[in-house]
């Protein structure tokens, strides 16, 4: 009781009095086994929908990644095959000289092997005739020998009578014209066989030469080809470093006008560069090599094309217009053309040229950047796949790849210079 009087005093001295509730101890199973109070049925569905959403992204990511490996593939491919029709014209180009001399070789070689055939066979006629002549002359031969040598004797064993005489002395004089005749024959027809021979022996002379010829200049291809090879891996090097350097000159800007003004900027210090090179390859009488490194420097930084052209009215995706050129927007007049694409629908080049830039840019998405030569350039951004590398020349309406699967928006812009022009009549 005291103690209880001392608490109940001291409460009316502070003006109230709290209590603490005694600790109330948990239950037994729960102490126990440490399971957790039921979840209610809003933390178990925001915890599903958490999972769902963890799921969802992943498999995204899953998705992106495929796409960007196959991406990747496919513009690989497409810019080695465009490598490899580059190296086979250049090879075609280098040995085309060489490979019409070696083609007139080889048909000289197949002309003479005919002609030596036909000379056999009539050296082979040659000698059956001229045995058979020497056979016919045989069988005269002995008469003749005789009335050669006894002349005398061959006349006194004919009789008496002057008939048989005259007759004798005919038939010496026929049997000697038979004899000189057969025996012109005989000697034209050596002749003949002698003159084939020759001939003969020249044509496979010839043919030897000819083949020799053959050899050298399968030889000479052979050595060239490697020169080709070394001066086409070489060439293959510069336009990689090239494509690199436009690459990430472009990757770097920040806006379209900077990354075009990168690229025409970049494009002319690679060209000064390699001129530089060739001059010095020149210096050194080194001609050959000089007049592939300006011809490249030259490919390399310009399309070579003819600028841009009208064109049949279809625009290089099918879809509607969504925003026509010079269309009033939010951020000022249209600086080119939207297209609301269908889906996967492919996008073709709208002029013949060289790809500038192919991938992606900023908020852009797949960008292209078509070269048509003569300072104009296509853009093209919006892409879900594409087909083209940089570097690469395309015919026009060639494919460059292809919307997603779910269609979106390609806009296309067209510059000439610096100044971006409506592109409606070039589509």
């Known amino acids: 009781m005291p103690v209880k009087k001392s608490i109940l005093t001291g409460c009316f001295l502070i003006g109230a009095c709290f209590y603490a509730p005694a600790p109330v101890s948990a239950a037994p199973h729960a102490a126990s ?41 496919q513009a690989k491919a497409t810019q080695e095959a465009a ?28 002309d003479l092997t005919q002609e030596i055939a036909r000379l056999a ?72 066989l002698d003159r084939t021979a020759q001939e003969l022996a020249e044509r496979n002379t010839a043919l030897e030469n000819a083949r020799r010829n053959a050899e050298r200049l399968h030889n000479l291809n052979a050595r060239k080809m490697d020169v080709a090879t070394h001066h086409q891996e070489e060439a293959q090097t510069r336009a990689q470093q090239a494509r690199e350097e436009i690459a990430a000159a472009t990757a770097k800007a920040t806006t ?101 830039f192919a991938g992606p840019f900023r908020s852009f998405g797949n960008m292209v950047i078509l070269d048509c030569g003569r300072h104009y350039r296509f853009v093209l951004s919006g892409l879900g796949q594409l087909s083209v590398a940089s570097g690469q020349s395309v015919k026009r309406n060639a494919p460059m790849g292809q919307m997603e699967a779910s269609g979106g928006r390609l806009f296309v812009q067209l510059r000439a210079g610096s100044k971006i022009v409506d592109p409606r009549p070039y589509l």
Not at 34 to 40: L, V
Request: proline letters at 3%; glycine letters at 8%.
């Open 33 to 73: 086994h440490g399971h957790r109070a039921p979840k209610s049925a809003n933390q178990q569905a925001l915890e599903k929908a958490q999972r769902a959403r963890k799921a969802l992204l992943s498999r995204r990511a899953g998705e992106a990644a495929l796409i960007a490996t196959q991406r990747a593939a």
């Open 83 to 110: 490598l490899q029709a580059a190296r086979a014209h250049h090879f075609s180009d280098l040995t085309q000289d060489a490979a019409a001399e070696l083609a007139t070789t080889e048909k000289q070689i197949e």
């Open 121 to 192: 066979a009539q050296q082979e006629q040659q000698r059956e005739a001229l045995a058979r002549r020497r056979a016919s002359f045989q069988a005269i031969l002995p008469v003749t020998l005789r009335l050669a040598r006894y002349p005398s004797s061959s006349l006194l064993a004919l009789s008496g009578q002057a008939d048989d005489a005259v007759q004798g002395l005919s038939l010496i004089a026929g049997l000697t014209k038979l004899t000189e005749r057969q025996s012109a024959d005989l000697r034209g027809q050596q002749v003949l």
């Open 256 to 356: 379209l006008d900077d990354a075009l003004a990168a690229i025409e900027q970049t494009q002319a210090t690679i060209r000064t560069r390699m001129e530089d090179e060739a001059k010095n390859l020149a210096r050194q009488n080194r001609k050959a090599k000089a007049r592939a490194v300006a011809s490249q420097a030259k490919h390399l930084t310009s399309s070579g094309g003819a600028g841009v052209s009208h064109g049949g009215g279809q625009g290089p995706v099918s879809g509607t217009i969504l925003t026509a050129w010079h269309q009033d927007t939010e951020s000022g007049p249209a600086t080119g053309i939207t297209y609301g694409a269908r889906p996967a629908s492919p996008v073709t080049a709208p002029c013949a040229g060289q790809i500038d």
